[in-house]
């Protein structure tokens, strides 16, 4: 899973904060091109082949873990190299993943957000732990417009917005955060 870019520009001077200005590459969302879906507050996990993975961040300078699935190339500017690494199951780290995964009944191949109890402070308020599926719960959103999304985001108690384009696979997201919004 690639890290995906911002529905509108980055403020140059706060990089945390976006402008009044959409992102070339992502023109697509504002044609009627894109699914809304939820963003959840958790950690990224998939499935591959039937084995359980976690994303980790390689970061600039750092050696590339055994058996490590590259999600992209590096970030040119950050050097940052998302990778999926295979959990382990016995282990502390991965013992959430397990437990999510372990629980559900048909475990398809595709990427999740893991949240839970003990998963960033657990701000989506689930029981125990879960693994909830990209892309899974579609947003019906009246204004697409800057203010709009922001409007729409002071209102709701989710972490953001996952557009997916309708036939080529592109994403981009718009958080709270992005507007200087807290969760």
């Known amino acids: ?12 001077e706060q990089l945390g904060r976006i402008i009044h200005e959409p992102a070339p590459e992502n023109e697509w969302v504002f044609r009627g091109e894109g699914i809304a879906t939820r ?10 082949g039937g084995a359980l993975y976690k ?23 950050s050097g940052h190299h998302p990778h999926w690494v295979e959990c382990v199951r016995g282990t502390p780290e991965d013992r959430y993943f397990y437990e999510a995964f372990d629980a559900l009944a048909d ?3 595709g990427t999740y957000e893991l949240c839970g109890k003990k998963v960033q402070g657990n701000p989506e308020g689930i029981e ?15 204004d697409l417009s800057y203010e709009g999304l922001r409007q ?23 958080r709270k955060s992005d507007f200087g919004i807290r969760r």
């Open 39 to 48: 963003k959840f507050d958790g950690t990224a996990a998939a499935i591959i």
């Open 152 to 174: 729409y985001l002071e209102q709701h108690d989710i972490e953001g917005i996952v557009f997916h384009h309708v036939s080529d696979g592109r994403m981009c997201k718009i």
């Open 107 to 109: 475990p398809a191949d």
């Open 1 to 12: 899973m690639k890290k995906i870019s911002t529905l509108f520009k980055k403020n140059p």
């Open 55 to 77: 994303r980790y961040d390689v970061k600039k300078g750092r050696p590339v873990p055994p058996g490590a699935l590259p999600c992209q190339e590096p970030d040119a500017i």
């Open 128 to 142: 125990g732990h879960r693994p909830i599926p990209h892309g899974s719960e579609v947003l019906s959103l009246p």
